[in-house]
């Protein structure tokens, strides 16, 4: 397969993001709907509230639409491609859902974690419908070992990577900027190690992706004019998982995705410390408020967390084509 659907591929969600994000921020501030700011959050953060947010409705459509005409015009459509598609646009109805909520009831909290576990657990045994069909293993893949552990083991596996990256994701997306650029990284990296497989369905999402957010980061970098909301995040995560598993690197984002594990940690641990001894680890979770508090700004944060990113981006791509 030559590069030229791959490009029209990452071209076709950068234009539509590009066009139609500045269409719906306009419309956000007609109907009077931003974000609902942290009460419990930095006190700066407050002069956001207002913002327009959903913004992953804009480009989770981007890549949708790309990932059903483009695959279809060069003949490229598979099963698989089509399964993250869906995984996508699963997460993202989840987030959908938890963003309206918020938005028509005009609080900070969506629905209860309850009603979201059991959707993400929906959105992971779809996966894995799709997964099963195609007659893929039911492996892992650990230090090139692949260790077959059976149906049961694997969707349990798989339900809880879903769930967890897209919640680790979500919890990552505090600051402008900063998931819009990690993910751009953390798909980059997995595009990659797919093109050195030759699954080139899985490239071309992952540069479908990427391109749609090279057109928002325009939008989310501070000051952001809007936010992706959790519609984006958790799309964002819940797709970056299921790249991972199709791969068959799963464990590999522990360390491209670093960030958001450390995020999501940050948040464990300041639980964990805070019941058992009444004392915090951290000024703030998750970690980037932490910094914010030590008086680093936005940017610095977003920088430095997207060079260690990066970094741990191109040492797992190394260690898997190097």
């Given at each position: ?292 508090l030590c008086g680093w700004s936005e940017w610095k944060i977003d920088l430095t967390f997207w060079a260690i990113g990066l970094i741990a981006a191109i040492i797992g791509v ?5």
């Amino acid at each position: 397969m030559n590069l030229f659907p791959i490009l029209v591929s990452t071209l076709s969600s950068f234009i539509l993001t590009a066009l139609f994000t500045p269409l719906f921020i306009n419309f956000a501030h007609k109907k009077n709907q931003g974000q609902m700011i942290r009460e419990d959050g930095p006190q700066w953060h407050q002069k956001k509230a207002g913002t327009p947010t959903m913004g992953g409705l804009v480009f989770n459509t981007a890549i949708l639409v790309t990932g059903i005409w483009v695959p279809l015009c060069f003949k490229v459509m598979t099963p698989m491609g089509v399964a993250l598609d869906i995984t996508m646009v699963l997460y993202g109805l989840i987030g959908f859902w938890d963003d309206s909520i918020k938005l028509f009831k005009r609080q900070n909290e969506g629905f209860t974690p309850g009603q979201k576990l059991f959707c993400q657990i929906v959105g992971g045994l779809i996966f894995i419908a799709f997964y099963a069909h195609e007659h893929l293993p039911f492996s892992l893949s650990l230090f090139d070992y692949n260790l077959n552990v059976g149906p049961i083991f694997f969707t349990i596996f798989v339900i809880f990577w879903l769930v967890g990256f897209s919640n680790a994701v979500n919890l990552t997306d505090g600051l402008d900027g900063l998931v819009s650029g990690q993910a751009i990284i953390a798909f980059g990296a997995f595009g990659i190690i797919a093109y050195h497989q030759r699954q080139f369905d899985v490239v071309m999402f992952c540069l479908a992706v990427i391109g749609a957010l090279l057109a928002f980061l325009g939008f989310n970098h501070k000051p952001a004019k809007i936010f992706m909301g959790d519609m984006g995040s958790l799309a964002l995560g819940g797709a970056l998982a299921a790249v991972s598993i199709v791969v068959h690197h799963e464990f590999l984002l522990l360390l491209i995705g670093i960030i958001f594990v450390c995020e999501t940690l940050s948040v464990i641990l300041q639980v964990a410390s805070f019941k058992l001894t009444g004392k915090r680890i951290f000024k703030m979770s998750p970690i980037h408020h932490h910094f914010e508090l030590c008086g680093w700004s936005e940017w610095k944060i977003d920088l430095t967390f997207w060079a260690i990113g990066l970094i741990a981006a191109i040492i797992g791509v190394y260690a898997v084509i190097g």
